[in-house]
């Protein structure tokens, strides 16, 4: 009976609700989130914007966009110029500092080298890769100018003889300034025969020979002769600072600098000795122990070679660190020894040990070195 009555109680109800149509409702509740959703999205937005121009934007309470402003002039606000450093290009003197250095030149100054020819006798000055010929003479065939051709050890004088009246035995000493026109007359009568027919002691006296067979030391920077006797010595070869004689006296070979002397002997290989007429000294070092020496030929003519280095406080041949044929020793005033070969030059120091190769040219390769000045 009780389930009855709940039953009859339920009907009364229905009968009082009012149908309605919930699609619609529906419907207006997701276009209503659709839009707040829409709005929050274009704020981030906005606010994103705002925040990468620059621009301030006041978002309202309820959730709507920002205010419409006032009308008037619009403007633009253009971000800041971006300033850019450019990166220099590296310079020449930056790839010239960091690039590795060229190890210098074991003969940094100038050497001085004869060349004869049918017409001709030249000096050529060489430095470096460079070849100039400074001075030249007409060669004659019966003179006395390819015999006698020399430079100074400093490089700055150059002295011969020339017009030779009695077949190129003799005749008028000349001397001049490297790369200069002309020339001084400085004697008369002056030999031109022999290995070495003038001598330098050191860059300003030249020792030369008179016809009759005397011995006259020349001042060529003062252009007069030194007075004194000079000796009668032979085979005359100083130092290239003119400290040190090598000489000979009563056939005996000696080294002197005026305060002390000292003989050595000298034994040539004999296989070799037979071909010439003796051997003599062409250098010296700077301290008078050491002396280069070459052959005397057999005919009157100059030689300017030599082939072994003599140690005059032993009379011992010292061992060169070189290969190959030796042409000439030369003893430099900057304690160096020049080492010429048939391929080239080898470059030692004080105790002979190797400072390195100096290329030579194939036409300066066959000519006669005659001084060497730094």
């Not at 110029?81 to 003197?93: D, F, H, N, R």
């Not at 006296?205 to 002769?225: C, P």
Request: charged fraction near 20%.
């Amino acid at each position: 009976m009780n389930h009855d009555r709940f039953r009859l109680d339920l009907a009364g109800l229905a009968d009082e609700v009012t149908p309605v149509d919930l699609r619609d409702r529906a419907l207006r509740t997701s276009r209503r989130l659709g839009i707040q959703r829409a709005v929050a999205t274009s704020a981030a937005a906005l606010v994103m914007i705002a925040a990468a121009t620059g621009t301030a934007l006041a978002i309202r309470p309820n959730g709507q966009g920002p205010a419409p402003q006032p009308a008037g002039p619009s403007t633009s606000v253009s971000p800041p110029p971006v300033e850019v450093t450019p990166i220099p290009e590296p310079s020449a003197s930056a790839e010239a500092t960091n690039s590795p250095a060229k190890p210098p030149s074991v003969l940094a100054g100038t050497r001085y080298y004869l060349e004869t020819t049918s017409t001709k006798a030249r000096i050529h000055a060489v430095r470096g890769s460079s070849d100039q010929v400074v001075h030249q003479l007409p060669f004659a065939t019966y003179g006395c100018e390819a015999n006698t051709f020399t430079v100074s050890p400093d490089g700055k004088r150059v002295a011969w003889v020339q017009d030779s009246t009695d077949g190129g035995t003799s005749g008028v000493l000349l001397a001049g300034t490297i790369g200069e026109r002309g020339a001084t007359r400085l004697l008369e009568d002056v030999n031109c025969l022999g290995p070495r027919p003038l001598v330098w002691k050191g860059s300003d006296l030249l020792m030369v020979g008179r016809k009759s067979g005397q011995s006259v030391l020349f001042d060529v920077a003062a252009n007069k002769r030194v007075n004194g006797d000079p000796g009668q010595e032979t085979d005359r070869c100083w130092s290239a600072d003119g400290r040190w004689l090598a000489a000979v006296s009563e056939g005996k070979p000696y080294v002197t600098d005026e305060t002390q002397s000292r003989q050595y002997t000298y034994t040539p290989p004999k296989d070799e000795a037979a071909h010439w007429d003796g051997w003599q000294v062409r250098s010296v070092s700077l301290d008078g122990r050491y002396v280069s020496v070459g052959w005397v030929g057999t005919d009157p003519s100059r030689h300017d070679d030599s082939f072994a280095v003599v140690d005059t406080t032993t009379s011992k041949v010292v061992d060169l660190p070189v290969q190959g044929e030796i042409r000439s020793i030369m003893f430099t005033v900057d304690n160096k020894v020049i080492v010429k070969r048939a391929n080239g030059i080898t470059v030692l120091d004080t105790n002979f040990t190797s400072l390195g190769p100096v290329a030579e040219t194939a036409p300066v390769r066959n000519m006669w070195l005659l001084a060497y000045a730094p």
